[in-house]
T-cell receptor
Framework: SQQGEEDPQALSIQEGENATMNCSYK?????LQWYRQNSGRGLVHLIL?????REKHSGRLRVTLDTSKKSSSLLITASRAADTASYFC????????????FGPGTSLSVIP | EAQVTQNPRYLITVTGKKLTVTCSQN?????MSWYRQDPGLGLRQIYY???????DKGDVPEGYKVSRKEKRNFPLILESPSPNQTSLYFC?????????FGEGSRLTVL
């Protein structure tokens, strides 16, 4: 079964708005990462947050991690049409840090 | 340029015809992994390798083999492909946890 589950499955917003995607997972983790995938292309790493961190920023991205709720959120501020892509969270479990497990992803459409 | 290179990028084959998808990375990464991506299922890990001669099963290893004889290469072998192995395959490598992905290999098994 999937370790991570993103929510919503699909999101459509206007350019300039903020986009928020959530990820829930089931077991304790070492790290949680977010990746982006343009249609049919390879995934690109966006940000990694460690289990002892609560919030991390990178440019227009803000990631939060709540280990008590086993959840994370990815916020993209001031979205652009070029942000249209699928976004995945990935976790590596404390019991097996070498197995990185991806959720099914959130498909984001940013309308110009 | 740091990259993960997969070949072939596209392949149509028939049931039972052995095939190999190659993966090579030029970043001297110890960790390499294979994933398959199917609609609605996200990426599922097939096999991974922590270093040369060290490989382990992921979540969906059935029907696949791998080898890690050199640090830079991690080929995925389908000994007898079946239609349910039609998928988009990704190879990835890592040193510090951040995964670097290849561009993918779209495989169709008829």
């Amino acid at each position: 079964s999937q370790q991570g589950e993103e929510d919503p499955q699909a999101l459509s917003i206007q350019e300039g708005e903020n986009a928020t995607m959530n990820c829930s997972y089931k077991t304790s983790i070492n790290n949680l990462q977010w990746y982006r995938q343009n249609s049919g292309r390879g995934l690109v790493h966006l940000i990694l947050i460690r289990s002892n961190e609560r919030e991390k920023h990178s440019g227009r991205l803000r990631v939060t991690l709540d280990t008590s709720k086993k959840s994370s959120s990815l916020l993209i501020t001031a979205s652009r049409a070029a942000d249209t892509a699928s976004y995945f969270c990935a976790t590596d479990m404390k019991t097996s840090y070498d197995k990185v497990i991806f959720g099914p992803g959130t498909s984001l459409s940013v309308i110009p | 340029e740091a990259q993960v290179t997969q070949n072939p990028r596209y392949l149509i084959t028939v049931t039972g015809k052995k095939l190999t998808v190659t993966c090579s990375q030029n970043m001297n990464h110890e960790y390499m992994s294979w994933y398959r991506q199917d609609p609605g299922l996200g990426l599922r890990q097939i096999y991974y390798s922590m270093n040369v001669e060290v490989t382990d099963k992921g979540d969906v290893p059935e029907g696949y083999k791998v080898s890690r004889k050199e640090k830079r290469n991690f080929p995925l072998i389908l000994e007898s492909p079946s239609p349910n192995q039609t998928s988009l395959y990704f190879c990835a490598s890592s040193r510090t946890g951040e995964l670097f992905f290849g561009e993918g290999s779209r495989l169709t098994v008829l």
